[in-house]
Every structure is written in C-alpha cells, then in structure tokens.
C-alpha cells in the first residue's frame, strides 16, 4: 500500500531543502560576484528590488523545510512506533535542532538586511536625515548587505550540511 502522507511530507521537505541550498548557490556563485561589477546606482536598485524577494523566499522555503521535516518526524514516530527506541534517533533529534537553529539563522539575517534595504531606499532630506546621503556612504552599505546575505546563506547551508549527515546517520543509510 502506497503511504501518501509519507510522500506529500517527505516530498515537501525535500523539495524545501534544494530550494532553501539551491538559493544560496545562486546567491552566492552568480549574484554577489555579479554585484561587485555594478556601479553603486545600478547596484542599489538591483539589490532594493532583488534582495528582499530573495529574503522572502530563503525565509519561506527554510520554514517550509524545517515544518515539513517536523510533521514528517512526527508521522514516522506514530505510524513505525518502533523506531523510536533507537539510538539513531538522537541523530533526527540533534539535526532538528540544527535546523531550527538554521532557520533562525536566516529569518535574524535576512530581515536585518530588508530593514536596511528599506532605509537605502528612502530619499535623503536635504537636513542630512532620511536614507543614506552619498554614494560613496550608499556603496559601502550596499557592499556591507551582500556580505551580510552571504555570511547567513553560507552560514545555514553549512548547517544544512550537518544537518544532513546527521539525518543519514539517524536514517541508518
């Protein structure tokens, strides 16, 4: 017999993961090295229109990943009650860990770099508040969010990593 609420949870979790991976990569091979080539206008509305969206999906997709992961536990632990007793289930419990840490890793990092975003984004009054004032002042922000967003997408997906030799140890693969 097909177990389809299995397959709908393992699926989802999995497809989470490589969304979740798949974003750093991008992130981190094709579009921070493509934004130190930009002039800093060019780069400021690329990142304003960009970033946020890119926060939104590692967000989405890491409380996607770490949900899933969590029912899929749950499923398991009911239906093949026998597996609990097992020493490989402290792998499953310490991954899980990991990867609520993981996800808090991006949600901190990635609304941190929405917020100052927005404030690039807002125009600058001529009484010196509001956004950033100078270009040069506007380069260097811009320079500190990308690093920003690729220290806590490599960040997580190191965890990730972990996360999943912890699992194929828990799994017994």
């Known amino acids: 017999m097909i177990d389809y609420p299995f397959i709908i949870l393992f699926g989802l979790h999995i497809i989470g993961v490589v969304s979740w991976f798949g974003a750093t990569i991008l992130f ?11 002039d800093p206008d060019s780069m400021k509305d690329f990142m304003i229109k960009v970033i946020p969206r890119l926060a939104r999906f590692s967000i989405a997709m890491s409380a996607l990943t770490l949900l899933a992961g969590f029912f899929l536990f749950d499923y398991v632990s ?35 770099t929405s917020s100052k975003l927005r404030s690039a984004s807002i125009p600058s009054l001529p009484g010196g508040s509001g956004g950033v004032a100078t270009g040069e002042s506007t380069s260097a922000m811009l320079g500190h969010v990308a690093e920003t967003v690729r220290g806590t997408l490599l960040a997580s997906s190191y965890l990730l990593f972990a996360i999943f030799v912890l699992m194929v140890l828990g799994a017994n693969l």
């Open 78 to 112: 009911t239906t093949e009650p026998y597996l609990l007793p097992s020493p490989r289930i402290l792998f499953i419990y310490a991954g899980g860990i990991l990867g609520f840490v993981a996800f808090l890793v991006v949600v901190t990092g990635m609304l941190g």
């Open 28 to 38: 981190v091979s094709v579009i921070e090295p493509s934004l130190k080539r930009m």
